[in-house]
Structures are given as structure tokens and as C-alpha cells.
């Protein structure tokens, strides 16, 4: 498992909801979500709102998927909070997830909006395998939502990171 101290004392994991298919020519990047894909962005954004997940800074990669998932978050939490996007999300791998987490030291929680399979890799290199596949038995679903609290290091385990709620669509 992998150790992140705080701050942030609070990672919310979010993988962008539901995508259309790619159009004749058009890049995986420009792939926009679909009617299901808004829906399930705007249902997780508003219960996590509910249940007061509000992130101190979100961090989005800047594919358009994931810009409209930041969006829904944005509009069901805090609207004066400004997503900020990284190139470096779209195709990046645990290392760079890892270290955009590791580099916010001035939020006490921060959301991450990302893809798979990075954003399971990422999940389970904090809690480990075993709580993860528990957690997700059928794998990080689109508009999946993560929230995984510091409980500091566990003597014998080493976690140091555990998943207090996974939000759904």
C-alpha cells in the first residue's frame, strides 16, 4: 500500500460518469458524456452533496468526460469552486495520480476526477487489494465515488488510508 500523509486528510476518488462511444474521426479525448453519463454525474454529485462530501479543491483531468463530470460536482457542492485541470490526468499512470494527491498540502480534502484504469489502481494502492475488491467486487464503475479518510498508520498493515463510503449513480 501506498502512504500519503496529510493534508489532505480527505481524497474523494471520482471516476467520470458514462461516455457516448467515439464518432467516426473523433479523439478519445473529445468524447463527450451521453444521457445516462449526465444523469449518473449529476445523481452522485447531488448525494454526495447531501451527505456534505464537499472537497476543498477539485482536480479533474481535462478530457471533456471528465470536465462535465467536475461540472455536476461543481454545481451540487460549492460553485465558487473552480475545477483545476491537468493534462497529465488523461493518460497518466498510478505514479502521477499519486503524486497530484501527494502535492496538495494546502487542502485538507481534495477530489480527484480521473479515469480507469488508473483510478482503481489508485484506489487500491491506498487501501489495498483485499478492501478494494470487497468494497468494488465488480470493478470502479463509471461515476464511481470513493471517499477514503487518513486513520494514520495501522501497526502490522501499514494502512494508513481507509474507505469510509463508495458512492453510486
Given amino acids: 500500500m501506498t502512504t ?17 462511444w467515439a464518432e467516426p474521426g ?11 453519463g449526465f444523469a449518473e454525474a449529476e445523481i452522485v454529485a447531488d448525494k454526495a ?9 477539485v482536480i479533474s483531468s481535462t478530457a471533456v468526460r471528465c470536465r462535465q463530470t467536475a461540472e455536476a460536482v461543481r454545481r ?3 460553485e465558487a469552486i473552480e475545477p483545476v485541470y491537468i493534462d497529465e490526468l488523461y493518460s497518466g499512470s498510478l505514479s502521477t495520480y499519486l503524486a497530484v494527491l501527494e502535492g496538495q498540502k494546502e ?3 481534495v477530489m ?8 482503481e489502481e489508485v ?10 475488491v470487497a468494497a468494488i467486487p465488480g470493478g470502479y464503475p463509471p461515476a464511481g465515488l470513493a471517499v477514503l479518510d487518513y486513520r494514520g498508520i495501522v501497526a502490522g498493515s501499514g ?3 481507509v474507505l469510509i463510503d463508495f458512492l453510486t449513480a
Fill in 76 to 78: 451540487a457542492t460549492d
Fill in 26 to 36: 473523433q479523439h478519445d479525448f473529445d468524447r463527450a458524456l451521453d444521457n445516462q
Fill in 123 to 132: 484506489l487500491e494502492a491506498l487501501i489495498g487489494a483485499d478492501q478494494m
Fill in 159 to 161: 494502512a494508513a488510508w
Fill in 107 to 109: 487542502s485538507t480534502s
Fill in 49 to 57: 452533496a447531501d451527505r456534505k462530501y464537499w472537497p476543498d479543491i
Fill in 4 to 20: 500519503i500523509t496529510p493534508p489532505p486528510s480527505r481524497i474523494y476518488l471520482l471516476r467520470h460518469a458514462k461516455s457516448g
Fill in 112 to 119: 480527484l476526477i480521473g479515469h480507469n484504469p488508473t483510478m
